[in-house]
C-alpha cells in the first residue's frame, strides 16, 4: 500500500482494507466498485471548473484508504498542482466553500450509498519560494 494511503488511513482511524473473500465476487450492486473513483474525479473536477480552474492546472487522484466500521470503502481526493498562477492562489482560497459543495453534492449522489468521503489531501509543491514568486 503507499505511503500515503497508509499515512491518511493512520491519522483518520480508519481499518486497513480487507480483500473481498471468493464467495462474495458474485455479489451484484448497482455501482461497479472500479467507477467509483472515477466518479469522485469527476465530480471534484467539476467544483474546481465551477470555480474558475482549469484542469489543465491540476491533477486529481481518488484511491481507497480504508474501510468504515460499517464496511463502507472510505475513499480521499489527492491533489496535486501542476501550474501556480493567480487563478489557483485565488481558488485555494475558497478551499471551504469548495469542500462545502463537494460533500453536498456527494450527499445528493448516490456514492454515500456505497462508499464513503475522507476529504482532499493536497501535495505541496516541491518549492515554497517559487510560489510566493508568482503570487506577485
Same mark, same amino acid.
Given at each position: 500500500?503507499?505511503?500515503?494511503?497508509?499515512?491518511?488511513?493512520?491519522?483518520?482511524?480508519?481499518?486497513?482494507?480487507?480483500?473481498? @473473500?471468493? $464467495?462474495?465476487?458474485? !455479489?451484484?450492486?448497482?455501482?461497479?466498485?472500479?467507477? +467509483?473513483?472515477?466518479?469522485?474525479?469527476? =465530480? /471534484?473536477?467539476?467544483?474546481?471548473?465551477?470555480?474558475?480552474?482549469?484542469?489543465?492546472?491540476?491533477?486529481?487522484?481518488?484511491?481507497?484508504?480504508?474501510?468504515?466500521?460499517?464496511?463502507?470503502?472510505?475513499?480521499?481526493?489527492?491533489?496535486?498542482?501542476? @501550474?501556480? $498562477?493567480?487563478?489557483? !492562489?485565488?481558488?485555494?482560497?475558497?478551499?471551504?466553500? +469548495?469542500?462545502?459543495?463537494?460533500?453536498? =453534492? /456527494?450527499?445528493?449522489?448516490?456514492?454515500?450509498?456505497?462508499?464513503?468521503?475522507?476529504?482532499?489531501?493536497?501535495?505541496?509543491?516541491?518549492?515554497?519560494?517559487?510560489?510566493?514568486?508568482?503570487?506577485?
Amino acid at each position: 500500500m503507499h505511503a500515503v494511503t497508509q499515512e491518511v488511513i493512520k491519522r483518520l482511524g480508519f481499518k486497513q482494507p480487507t480483500p473481498m @473473500r471468493a $464467495d462474495d465476487q458474485d !455479489i451484484d450492486s448497482e455501482m461497479n466498485p472500479s467507477s +467509483i473513483p472515477d466518479d469522485y474525479k469527476e =465530480l /471534484i473536477a467539476q467544483c474546481f471548473c465551477l470555480m474558475g480552474l482549469p484542469a489543465d492546472q491540476i491533477s486529481i487522484q481518488v484511491r481507497p484508504v480504508g474501510v468504515r466500521s460499517s464496511g463502507l470503502e472510505v475513499y480521499a481526493a489527492f491533489i496535486k498542482v501542476t @501550474r501556480w $498562477d493567480e487563478a489557483v !492562489i485565488s481558488v485555494l482560497s475558497k478551499m471551504p466553500l +469548495i469542500e462545502k459543495k463537494i460533500d453536498r =453534492l /456527494i450527499k445528493q449522489s448516490s456514492m454515500a450509498r456505497y462508499s464513503s468521503f475522507a476529504g482532499l489531501w493536497f501535495r505541496s509543491p516541491p518549492s515554497q519560494d517559487r510560489i510566493v514568486i508568482n503570487m506577485h
